[in-house]
């Protein structure tokens, strides 16, 4: 069927304030693919569309309401394993890294109680309640590694997350775990008395 006019309408929000921002009309029966093309939404924000098919004479169709979103997006990646902390040092530390897009404002990480996190290679470790602020350029955050330790100051079994969140509510979590105990130093003692010889371990 020819002459069947699409017109697509759209609005900032979902019920309401509905605008038509183009029309194209069918010239013959054959031609089934149109375009309509539209800026994306600004970072933070969406769209919503919906379009109306028309023909004189006939009844109108509206298609279901569409949502394209420039959300902000925070992403990790990497998992860490479980840390072992010796007591009195700090575990190994692991890396994971930290992006995102469309944001409107910092990437804020705050570390879990006797965690720590690093977003410079280790040079500079913060503990809770202080927390690290990565800064998009132009609504993207690049790839930042963060790398994280255990350093608690008692012997125990401990689980938590690092907390990410920026503008818009958006929160994101990275679960950390680990075990902080005692543990024998690798170093050993010789001696000899006669013929024997005693191995004996150090403990810290």
Same mark, same amino acid.
Request: hydrophobic share 40%.
């Given at each position: 069927?020819?002459?069947?006019?699409?017109?697509?309408?759209?609005?900032?929000?979902?019920?309401?304030?509905? %605008?038509?921002?183009?029309?194209?009309?069918?010239?013959?029966?054959?031609?089934?693919?149109?375009?309509?093309?539209?800026?994306?939404?600004?970072?933070? !924000?969406?769209?919503? &569309?919906? +379009?109306? @098919?028309?023909?004189?004479?006939?009844?109108?169709?509206?298609?279901? !309401?569409?949502?394209?979103?420039?959300?902000? $997006?925070?992403? !990790?990646? @990497?998992? +860490?394993?479980?840390? =072992?902390?010796?007591?009195?040092? #700090?575990?190994?530390?692991?890396?994971? $890294?930290?992006?995102?897009?469309?944001?409107? @404002?910092?990437?804020?990480?705050? #570390?879990?109680?006797?965690?720590?996190?690093?977003?410079?290679?280790?040079?500079?470790?913060?503990?809770?309640?202080?927390? =690290?602020?990565?800064?998009?350029?132009?609504?993207?955050?690049?790839?930042?590694?963060?790398?994280?330790?255990?350093?608690?100051?008692?012997?125990? $079994? &401990?689980?938590?997350?690092?907390?990410?969140?920026?503008?818009?509510? =958006?929160?994101?979590?990275?679960?950390?775990? @680990?075990?902080?105990?005692?543990? %024998?130093?690798?170093?050993?003692?010789?001696?000899?008395?006669?013929? +024997?010889?005693?191995?004996?371990?150090?403990?810290?």
């Amino acid at each position: 069927m020819d002459q069947i006019k699409y017109e697509l309408y759209r609005s900032a929000v979902r019920n309401s304030g509905y %605008a038509k921002i183009g029309e194209v009309t069918a010239t013959n029966d054959t031609a089934i693919n149109f375009q309509l093309t539209d800026v994306l939404p600004a970072a933070g !924000t969406s769209y919503f &569309y919906y +379009l109306v @098919g028309s023909k004189a004479g006939y009844a109108s169709h509206l298609t279901d !309401t569409v949502e394209i979103s420039s959300v902000p $997006t925070i992403i !990790t990646a @990497g998992i +860490l394993q479980s840390f =072992i902390q010796n007591l009195g040092t #700090p575990s190994d530390p692991q890396n994971v $890294t930290v992006s995102g897009e469309n944001l409107t @404002g910092n990437v804020v990480l705050t #570390p879990p109680v006797n965690f720590e996190i690093s977003s410079n290679g280790g040079t500079t470790w913060v503990a809770n309640p202080t927390t =690290i602020s990565l800064t998009p350029t132009a609504n993207i955050l690049a790839a930042t590694t963060i790398a994280v330790r255990l350093n608690a100051t008692a012997a125990g $079994t &401990y689980t938590d997350s690092i907390m990410l969140v920026t503008g818009g509510g =958006i929160t994101k979590y990275i679960k950390v775990q @680990g075990v902080t105990a005692v543990i %024998a130093s690798s170093s050993i003692s010789l001696c000899c008395t006669g013929h +024997l010889l005693l191995i004996i371990p150090t403990a810290r």
